[in-house]
């Protein structure tokens, strides 16, 4: 099945009970048994849901991963994946990280006896001088958050192997349609569906999808245990979302392309952060292990300062000035003191992530528009 039909029809058949093409929203706390162990394979729905055992299958299907787990936010998602170790257990991040991912290794991990080091990991030789004995798992997020950096995933994977170390992708900024990491040799790939997946900026929502069932089994207990589950109706949503997901994704990449070379060229602007550019660092590996370059990218301005940088935010008309991405509208961001106000300065200012940094997730709107709309609030700067 190619990838537009697995959006539409992986593990989803018609309810058999009705016929209803849309898998119904169960929405029950408990399932009736006949006689004592009597049962459907339901019986307690923290435990399983239809409509979330649906969503899982096809979520599943999308990153061609052996089983899906969802849970009720990214950050449950990773939490699940991180409680895969072991105190002294030590994990190497990417550098320029989300930044509830960062507050939820150091803030609540890191109190385990967890240990966590940053580091640009692009760099494969970088990345083995850290590698220590006591290594167990390597985070990766590609294209990074806010930076646009690219990491090469074959790459890590390779230079890891045969080690027992877990490498574990954020695909969120990417989705399942621009690129797989687990076909790259990741072992776990976390998302959250928040944003791509639902596309439609209405739910807060979590999977991880793996790569082998013994690993899945442990996250499934996870999932049962510590019960970070999201409502059926949030599972609903989130299918719903993913029938359209190859159409808004590759929309969403053609404006970011345009936009992109309209910022680039820009008086007021004095960079822009996005793989599609030949120049960009990471452009080759983008062009290998993407279908396109993603919706997602950052700029910077002339006037270098947090003033000049709000007279943009505040004056933008179609891009909302709001956290989050991936959803049909354009947003507009400062992550300075937004999406990465947990992370301390000195730390931002060392990836680049500078005062008068403005991060955009591209919608799909009419692109003339989108620039337009760009072009008068940048034309406000003095
Ligand atoms: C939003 C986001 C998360 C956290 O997901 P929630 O659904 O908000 O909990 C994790 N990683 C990345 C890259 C994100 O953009």
Same mark, same amino acid.
């Given at each position: 099945?190619?990838?537009?039909?697995?959006?539409?029809?992986?593990?989803?058949?018609?309810?058999?009970?009705?016929?209803?093409?849309?898998?119904?929203?169960?929405?029950?706390?408990?399932?009736?048994?006949?006689?004592?162990?009597?049962?459907?394979?339901?019986?307690?729905?923290?435990?399983?849901? /239809?409509?979330?055992?649906?969503?899982?299958?096809?979520?599943?299907?999308?990153?061609?991963?052996?089983?899906?787990?969802?849970?009720?936010?990214?950050?449950?998602?990773?939490?699940?994946?991180?409680?895969?170790?072991?105190? #002294?257990?030590?994990? !190497?991040?990417?550098?320029?990280?989300? #930044?509830?991912?960062?507050?939820?290794?150091?803030?609540?991990?890191?109190?385990?006896? !967890?240990?966590? %080091?940053?580091?640009?990991? #692009?760099?494969?030789?970088?990345?083995?001088?850290?590698?220590?004995?006591?290594?167990?798992?390597?985070?990766?997020?590609?294209?990074?958050? /806010?930076?646009?950096?690219? !990491?090469?995933?074959?790459?890590?994977?390779?230079?890891?192997?045969?080690?027992?170390?877990?490498?574990?992708? *954020?695909?969120?900024?990417?989705?399942?349609? $621009?690129?797989?990491?687990?076909? $790259?040799?990741?072992?776990?790939?976390?998302?959250?569906?928040?944003?791509?997946?639902?596309?439609?900026?209405?739910?807060?929502?979590?999977?991880?999808?793996?790569?082998?069932?013994?690993?899945?089994?442990?996250?499934?207990?996870?999932?049962?245990?510590?019960?970070?589950?999201?409502?059926?109706?949030?599972?609903? $949503?989130?299918?719903?979302?993913?029938?359209?997901?190859?159409?808004?994704?590759?929309?969403?990449?053609?404006?970011?392309? %345009?936009?992109?070379?309209?910022?680039?060229?820009?008086?007021?602007?004095?960079?822009?952060?996005?793989?599609?550019?030949?120049?960009?660092?990471?452009? *080759?590996?983008?062009?290998?292990?993407?279908?396109?370059?993603?919706?997602?990218?950052?700029?910077?301005?002339?006037?270098?300062?947090?003033?000049?940088?709000?007279?943009?935010?505040?004056?933008?008309?179609?891009?909302?000035?709001?956290?989050?991405?991936?959803?049909?509208?354009?947003?507009?961001?400062? /992550?300075?003191?937004?999406?990465?106000?947990?992370?301390?300065?000195?730390?931002?200012?060392?990836?680049?992530?500078? *005062?008068?940094? !403005?991060?955009?997730?591209?919608?799909?709107?009419?692109?003339?528009?989108?620039?337009?709309?760009?072009?008068?609030?940048?034309?406000?700067? /003095?």
């Amino acid at each position: 099945m190619k990838f537009g039909t697995k959006v539409i029809h992986a593990g989803i058949e018609p309810d058999p009970s009705t016929g209803a093409i849309m898998t119904p929203i169960f929405q029950t706390s408990t399932y009736v048994q006949a006689a004592p162990g009597d049962h459907k394979g339901y019986e307690y729905a923290r435990t399983q849901n /239809p409509t979330r055992h649906v969503l899982e299958q096809n979520i599943a299907a999308l990153e061609n991963g052996t089983d899906a787990i969802c849970f009720a936010s990214g950050l449950a998602a990773m939490d699940s994946v991180l409680k895969l170790l072991n105190p #002294g257990d030590e994990v !190497i991040a990417t550098d320029d990280l989300y #930044g509830g991912s960062y507050r939820i290794m150091m803030r609540v991990f890191a109190k385990y006896g !967890i240990h966590f %080091k940053f580091a640009g990991i #692009g760099n494969i030789e970088e990345l083995q001088k850290r590698i220590t004995d006591k290594t167990r798992m390597i985070w990766v997020e590609t294209p990074t958050n /806010p930076m646009l950096n690219i !990491i090469d995933i074959q790459a890590v994977c390779e230079s890891v192997k045969g080690k027992n170390i877990t490498v574990c992708v *954020d695909n969120t900024f990417a989705s399942p349609y $621009l690129q797989n990491p687990l076909d $790259l040799g990741a072992d776990i790939v976390i998302h959250s569906a928040t944003k791509y997946l639902g596309g439609h900026s209405d739910v807060i929502h979590g999977v991880v999808v793996t790569k082998t069932p013994a690993i899945a089994e442990q996250i499934r207990f996870l999932q049962n245990a510590v019960g970070a589950v999201p409502g059926p109706q949030d599972c609903f $949503l989130i299918l719903r979302g993913i029938k359209t997901l190859h159409i808004r994704v590759e929309r969403a990449c053609q404006n970011a392309e %345009k936009i992109a070379h309209f910022l680039k060229h820009h008086p007021k602007v004095s960079k822009v952060y996005y793989p599609g550019f030949s120049d960009h660092p990471g452009h *080759d590996t983008a062009k290998k292990q993407m279908k396109m370059f993603g919706g997602m990218l950052s700029f910077d301005l002339v006037a270098n300062n947090e003033a000049s940088a709000r007279i943009v935010l505040s004056n933008t008309h179609y891009f909302s000035l709001a956290e989050s991405l991936g959803g049909v509208e354009s947003l507009i961001g400062h /992550p300075a003191s937004m999406t990465h106000g947990s992370i301390p300065r000195e730390e931002r200012l060392k990836v680049g992530l500078t *005062d008068s940094l !403005i991060r955009l997730s591209v919608g799909i709107e009419d692109v003339d528009d989108l620039i337009q709309d760009l072009d008068k609030a940048l034309s406000l700067i /003095p």
